[in-house]
């Protein structure tokens, strides 16, 4: 019986294969109008194939991402405080796009020109700056950290310290990040959505450990000119940085800082209300 309604789903136009097929056949079309697009306005361009491959802004006048907030996300590492980004979102009957302020379609090509010609409007995002035992390991993290232990089934141990305040925690790992990744995993674990241009960053834990005692820091808003700092307390840890490709291993003592970066960026095509739809979550604390 299990392999005709196997067959059956793998045959059903809504499963996910048939979902992954148009997907990619939407973004290779995406990808030949952008390419048409800039060759038709006389841009000079560089292509970058791979989303987290280096390179360099030096001269750039803006960077064009094609694909969706994960590749937008990995680019906008290379970008530094000067060199505006723009996303166009190369399958948007799948892909959320938050990021992205371009969409095919008859209007992409006016709104790219408008990107070169800098009259395409955007906003500044803050960003948030990481370090761990006092070096820097980036200053531009658009989306959010996830700090947790190496396996998805362990207890993830670590100090908290906001201000003068000290507390342990017990948990699955925690969320932390600027405003503009206030809509995505920070919400969904219970942060509240922040204003795109806030200049706070936002910790949220993962299934805080509360038998002993409600948290007080379990969600908290940490203001501008503040510091949040954690020290690891497990023999080894890992910090994911805006997405699964950028990770850092944390030792046993680390200690972890995360605070606004002096490296915010300008994000084209976005409107300083997007992502304000939710209500906001109350009893967050801050400092």
Same mark, same amino acid.
């Given at each position: 019986?299990?392999?005709?309604?196997?067959?059956?789903?793998?045959?059903?136009?809504?499963?996910?294969?048939?979902?992954?097929?148009?997907?990619?056949?939407?973004?290779?079309? =995406? *990808?030949?109008? #952008?390419?048409? +697009?800039?060759?038709?306005?006389?841009?000079?361009?560089? $292509? @970058? %194939?791979?989303?987290?491959?280096?390179?360099?802004?030096?001269?750039?006048?803006?960077?064009?991402?094609?694909?969706?907030?994960?590749?937008?996300?990995?680019?906008?590492?290379?970008?530094?405080?000067?060199?505006?980004?723009?996303?166009?979102?190369?399958?948007?009957?799948?892909?959320?796009?938050?990021?992205?302020?371009?969409?095919?379609?008859?209007?992409?090509?006016?709104?790219?020109?408008?990107?070169?010609?800098? =009259? *395409?409007?955007? #906003?500044?995002? +803050?960003?948030?700056?990481?370090?761990?035992?006092?070096? $820097? @390991? %980036?200053?531009?993290?658009?989306?959010?950290?996830?700090?947790?232990?190496?396996?998805?089934?362990?207890?993830?141990?670590?100090?908290?310290?906001?201000?003068?305040?000290?507390?342990?925690?017990?948990?699955?790992?925690?969320?932390?990040?600027?405003?503009?990744?206030?809509?995505?995993?920070?919400?969904?674990?219970?942060?509240?959505?922040?204003?795109?241009?806030?200049?706070?960053?936002?910790?949220?834990?993962?299934?805080?450990?509360?038998?002993?005692?409600?948290?007080?820091?379990?969600?908290?808003?940490?203001?501008?000119?503040?510091?949040?700092?954690?020290?690891?307390?497990?023999?080894?840890?890992?910090?994911?940085?805006?997405?699964?490709?950028?990770?850092?291993?944390?030792?046993?003592?680390?200690?972890?800082?995360?605070?606004?970066?002096?490296?915010?960026?300008?994000?084209?095509?976005?409107?300083?209300?997007?992502?304000?739809?939710?209500?906001?979550?109350?009893?967050?604390?801050?400092?």
């Amino acid at each position: 019986m299990l392999k005709p309604l196997l067959a059956r789903g793998v045959n059903d136009r809504g499963t996910g294969v048939a979902y992954a097929k148009q997907a990619a056949e939407e973004h290779k079309s =995406t *990808l030949r109008q #952008v390419v048409d +697009a800039l060759r038709d306005l006389g841009a000079s361009t560089q $292509v @970058i %194939s791979l989303p987290h491959q280096p390179f360099s802004v030096r001269g750039v006048s803006v960077v064009v991402t094609v694909g969706g907030d994960g590749t937008l996300l990995a680019a906008s590492h290379q970008c530094d405080g000067h060199t505006p980004i723009v996303g166009v979102n190369s399958a948007p009957s799948s892909s959320v796009g938050f990021f992205c302020g371009i969409k095919p379609g008859r209007l992409l090509k006016a709104s790219l020109r408008k990107a070169l010609d800098g =009259t *395409l409007p955007g #906003v500044e995002l +803050a960003r948030m700056e990481v370090r761990v035992n006092r070096k $820097v @390991i %980036s200053r531009r993290i658009l989306n959010d950290a996830l700090f947790c232990h190496p396996s998805p089934a362990a207890t993830s141990r670590y100090i908290v310290m906001l201000g003068d305040d000290v507390e342990n925690h017990k948990s699955s790992g925690f969320w932390v990040g600027p405003a503009a990744g206030s809509t995505a995993a920070q919400y969904s674990a219970g942060g509240q959505i922040l204003p795109m241009t806030s200049r706070d960053i936002q910790f949220v834990v993962r299934n805080p450990y509360q038998l002993t005692g409600k948290l007080r820091f379990a969600r908290s808003v940490v203001g501008e000119g503040n510091v949040l700092v954690i020290y690891n307390r497990m023999r080894e840890a890992k910090l994911f940085l805006d997405g699964p490709h950028s990770v850092v291993d944390v030792g046993l003592g680390s200690k972890l800082q995360f605070m606004l970066s002096p490296e915010p960026i300008r994000v084209l095509g976005l409107s300083a209300n997007r992502g304000r739809t939710r209500n906001k979550r109350d009893g967050l604390g801050s400092v």
